[in-house]
Each structure stands twice: as C-alpha cells, then as structure tokens.
C-alpha cells in the first residue's frame, strides 16, 4: 500500500520537520504557528468572494476562465506589488502561475531554444537544479560567483565559448531565446545575498548583449527585514526607456508560496510584453483556461480585503524576529575558523565552514550526536562543489527552537571541527 505522508518533509524520521527528536533546520516553508492564520484569511477571503459571485450572477469563478489569468486577481496583485515594492507594476505584465515552480517549467517549455542553455549560480536553489534535469535536451552550465555575486567576466568568458560552437539553437516566432539565466537576486536561496544595484545593471547588460532571458525566483522580495522598502527586483533594471532596451530580457517570477502558504499554488510571471503576449497564446495555458482560477478569485478578495498586506506584516516582524535569534547565537558560539553574513530577508543563513570540513559528514554526525540537522553546501550545487557551507533555514521552527538548535549545532561544529582536524 502505498505510503500516507502528510506532507513533503514526512515520511524519515530525521528529515521529518514535524519530529522534535532531531530539530531540522532544513525547511524553507513556514511551520503550524503561522499556517494556522490561514484558514481564517481563506474564509473571510472565499465569503468575500462567493458574495460577489452571487451578486453577478455569472458564477464565472467557476468556468474556464482567461489565459493570462484572472483580471481582478492581476489587478489586485499589481496594487499590492506596487505598494509592497515602491516599484510600479504593470497588470498587463502579470500572468498567473500554479507557484514559482510552475512559472520556471512554462518559461522553458515556451520561449527558449528545446536544446538551449540554462545557466546557474554556482550556489542554487536545489531543487531547481533538479527540475532542470528534466529538460534533458538543454545543457545546465554553472557561472561561478565572485563576493557572493556572478562573475562577471567568466560569465562572459562562458557565454562566449558556448556561442562559438555550432549548436544550431531552434530560434522560433515563440521560443525567441537560445539561453536563460536562472538566478534568485534578492534574499538569494541558500546564500541569502542581494545582488547590489551596479551588478543588476551588468546582468541586464550582459542579457541584452547575447539575448538571454534573466529569470529572477522573486519569492523572498518582500521579505525584507530593513525598515524601509525591499530591493528593487532585478526586472526594474530593465528599463524600457534606456537606449539599449533590447524588448525585454528580465522575467520577475513571483509566488505566495512564500508569503502566505505553499499549499495555494498560485503565482505571477512579471514579464515584458514581447513575452507575456508568447505566454498568453501557449497552447497550454489556452486549453486550461487561466491556472488555479478558482483560487485565484479567492486571492483577489484576500488582497483586496488588505488580508495579505497584514499577514505580510506578521511573517515580517516573526522572521525578523527568529533571524535575529539565530544570528545572535552565530555570533556567540559559532567556532572562529567558520563565517556567515547576516542577511537583510527571505529564510536562510548560509555559514562557511573550516575549509577542510565536509558540511555532508557533519551534518550526518550533528544529527546522531546533537539531534539538529541542516543542507550541506553541495546540495545547492550543480557539481557538487561548496562541501563546506551549511545552509540554516528560520522559517519552519519557533524562536525558542531555533535558538536551542542553533546553539547545539554550534558546539557540535565546535568539537566535530577539533576531532577531524585532529585526525587529519
Ligand atoms: C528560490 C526558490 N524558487 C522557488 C521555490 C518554490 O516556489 P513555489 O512554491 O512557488 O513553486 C522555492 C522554495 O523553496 C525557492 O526557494
């Protein structure tokens, strides 16, 4: 029969998020104490909505509904963007998504090149790595970072090496890019970096040079811990009134996995109009009607019932709240040969380790000696490099548990770190 995992993290008993006999530092996805906001948001959200359908009529919500999604809900969403971002967002630049994971895989199956190439950080979001895998016909090539960012002139080196070959790259009406650079600018998965202003402009730059599509995770931007507003995302270095503007080459892709819960399935592609018209014709999408619209029409109200800004509130003041814990302790007990780099937002602390120190064989060992466990370096790693990086994520555990795990893994380090460079 067929296992009854409850949810992604069930089902072993170390990994488990939801066991307390090892504290699990791994999940980047919030725990019970703020999911069980959501139920409440949801009702007042789906009466909201249900009343208006009744009052029309139509009961549209529950028919195919319009490509790029839901009017009101990219309405809405462009409103609160907007004042979330301090940047101006464009409803006619949203196209609604099932997540951000959806967004990725329809970009790839849509507008770049079937054997084209997708370019990653040298450090990224694991999972995405594995995704990629699932384009077998494209090449996965790693751009090595310099300080935490791309570097900029082995970027161009690589880009250049890759166009020298003859590929014959199938350029078509819709797949209009034969290469696309996967990266995550603000509050970056695991490294929780930003990318500064003058770097955004050299990756549009570069994008520009060699059409290539930027595809930008933007799932952490509005977590921002500073008082004052987020980032810019990276697509508002694109500007259309520059003299280079090439139509295009930055796709913001967005989530409420993040900011309100991953079960929602709902996201947004903020893309330039050259390609949210190629999206809006997909085939797929057409014969769907928009994605998730049911929900969609529920998000509209929570949005407009300003739910969603207040829950934005809350997870703001709890994550600043936990980070602050979790660095506190870092600065406290975190062996001196070992370094990290307090970030401004999102869910992760990545720490450096000992340059000798394997983060894979100490995290096997800190969960039979401390009873805490976290992701070693090389999984976010096309080629297994980084072993000595650990990434922490506070977004699942309370403040308590987090600085008790914390501690624990710092005085596990502490003597694994001893014992292997004994050994050595
Ligand atoms: C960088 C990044 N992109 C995408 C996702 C998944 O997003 P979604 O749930 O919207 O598919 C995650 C979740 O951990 C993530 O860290």
New binding site residues.
Partial sequence: MENRHRHLFDGNTILNVYNNDVINLSV??PGPDLLKNCGEMMLKATQHRLEEEKNEGKYYLFQYGTTPGLWECRDELKNFLSRRYGDQVDDENLIL????????QLILNSIISPNGIIFVEQV??M??LDAFKQFPLMKIIMVPMKNNYVDFEKFDEIINNELKKNNNYLITNDKIFWAMFYT?PTF??PTGMTIPPESCKKIVDIARKYSIVVVC?D??NLLSYNDDLPPHRLFYYDDKNDVDYKGGNVIS??????ILS?AI?L?WLECPPRISSILKQSGIMKSGGAVNHYVSGVIASLLHLKLQDEYVDLLIKTYQERLKIVCDILDRYLPRCCSYKKPDGG?FVWIQLHQECDAGKFVKWCQENYKVTAIPGSRFSLIDESKNYLRLSIAFHKSEVLKNATKKLCQGLLIYIRQSLVKN
Wanted: proline share 3%; net charge positive.
């Fill in positions: 980047g996805a998504t099932c997540g951000a994971t959806h967004g990725v990224t979001y999972i995405a995550i970056h998965n995770d799932v952490y892709n967005g989530s409420f996995s993040k991953p399935r996201g869910y």
